[in-house]
Structure formats: C-alpha cells, structure tokens
C-alpha cells in the first residue's frame, strides 16, 4: 500500500528495524541500554547525596523520582529539604504542592504555594504557582 490515507504510519525502532506506532514497544531498558532503571537512579542519587547532602539538582532529582515511583510522601520530604537546601529553588515548591495535592493535602499544597510565590523571581515559575494556587482556591 502506498503511504497516504489508510497506510499505517513506520518509523525505525532500531537499526534495521521497521515498528508500526500502534505496536506495544520493548521495554525501555532494552530499547535505550543506555537507561537506567528506577532502582539504580534511586540508588545512584542517594549515593550523591551521601557525597554532598547540598546537592539540590540531586536531591531535586531524587524527589522526582519518588513522585515517578509513587511514593508521594518521600517526594514532599525532598522538595522540602531542596527548599532548606535552596529556598529560590521555585521548581520544588510547585512540585512539592503538585504531590501533597495528590496526598489530599490541599491546605499544605496552597502554603507551599503561596511561600513558592513569596521567593520566585522567575515570571513563569511565579505564573506557574499562581495558577495552581487559583486552581486550589482559598
């Protein structure tokens, strides 16, 4: 069939290696080697962490990932100590509020919010926040 209406859409997976879009693809690991897995990231930021406990892009990074893993409470615990860390980190205070939303926790979300917008120079970051905090409502 000749691409155009009706033709499934190709495009390369790997070398050598035509996949329809629609196909369920590899599991990351195998398809990008280079890709850490959960565990490893976790254990790899810890481990900075240990080297340097400043470290807010790690700390930042290791937050995320336990958004990304689902433990929403370790999460908050970490934006938190990013913001001891860096209090102009704007990042962390959105995030943070994101999970303690997902936790039900509205009123800590609107504080974190509102002392994300209190240290923000940053005018997306700052719009970021406020619409989040709009969305909460008072």
Known sequence: MAAGAGAPIRRFASAGKVQN???PR???NRLYPNRLDQTTRL???R???AGNP???FARYGLAMEHVRSGDLDGAVQEFEAVIATDPKYSAA?????QALEKLGKFDQARDL????IAV???????SELQAALDILGD
């Not at 919010?113 to 994300?116: A, D, L, M, P, S």
């Open 26 to 28: 590899e599991q990351p």
């Open 43 to 45: 254990d790899t930021l």
């Open 93 to 97: 205070y959105y995030h943070g509020g």
């Open 113 to 116: 919010y509102r002392r994300g």
């Open 54 to 56: 400043a470290n807010t």
């Open 47 to 49: 481990q900075l962490l």
């Open 120 to 126: 923000t120079r940053d005018p997306h970051a700052l």
């Open 21 to 23: 879009r629609d196909t």
